[in-house]
């Protein structure tokens, strides 16, 4: 049998991608939240960390590391609307979301550190409780955003919603504790 080189051929579907596969970056997530709110319940909090050169204390230094991550990540969205063409931008605002997503995750991991060995998940009111429950759900969706973003064809709305969700726990992190401080110390160095 021949096949006739000029006979209309059809297009057959790429196969959809299971959501099953979204599992795993699921399961990771959830599971470095549980890790993080396990050592933070275990741990025998030692009341301080670190304290840096400058900064009048070490909640200072944490409030302010918090306020440039919440700035890294507010640039995080107005890229991403650059990029899924809701906002006009440059053509380097892939490059803008890249990296301002790496040091706002680097600017929080020392704050994060602070948290979990100074302090602990604690629970002793509710705007503690806030704090602790969704610091450890911050880096879990992080991680599970991060894994993602290695899948070929995910569907349109996933990264958004994954991210969105990063930002929003990230939002009320920095109101629970930063956005707190300052308006209980004062906004100081």
């Not at 909090?45 to 440039?68: D, E, H, I, M, Y």
């Not at 507010?74 to 997503?101: K, N, T």
């Amino acid at each position: 049998m021949t096949v006739d080189p000029n006979a209309p051929t059809q297009d057959v579907p790429a196969p959809r991608p299971r959501p099953a596969r979204y599992l795993v970056p699921a399961l990771v997530g959830a599971a470095v939240a549980v890790a993080l709110g396990a050592y933070g319940q275990v741990h025998d909090p030692t009341g301080t960390a670190f304290n840096l050169a400058g900064f009048s204390s070490t909640g200072a230094v944490k409030s302010w590391l918090a306020t440039a991550a919440l700035f890294f990540a507010v640039v995080q969205v107005i890229s991403a609307l650059m990029l899924y063409g809701r906002l006009p931008g440059p053509s380097w605002a892939g490059v803008l979301h890249r990296w301002s997503g790496r040091v706002a995750f680097l600017v929080a991991v020392p704050v994060a550190v602070h948290c979990l060995y100074a302090f602990g998940y604690r629970t002793s009111d509710t705007r503690v409780m806030w704090h602790s429950l969704l610091g450890c759900f911050f880096f879990g969706a992080f991680s599970a955003k991060m894994l993602l973003l290695r899948f070929e064809r995910l569907p349109a709305r996933l990264l958004p919603l994954v991210g969105g969700l990063v930002f929003t726990a990230l939002t009320i992190i920095w109101l629970t504790s930063a956005l707190w401080f300052f308006r209980t110390f004062g906004v100081t160095t």
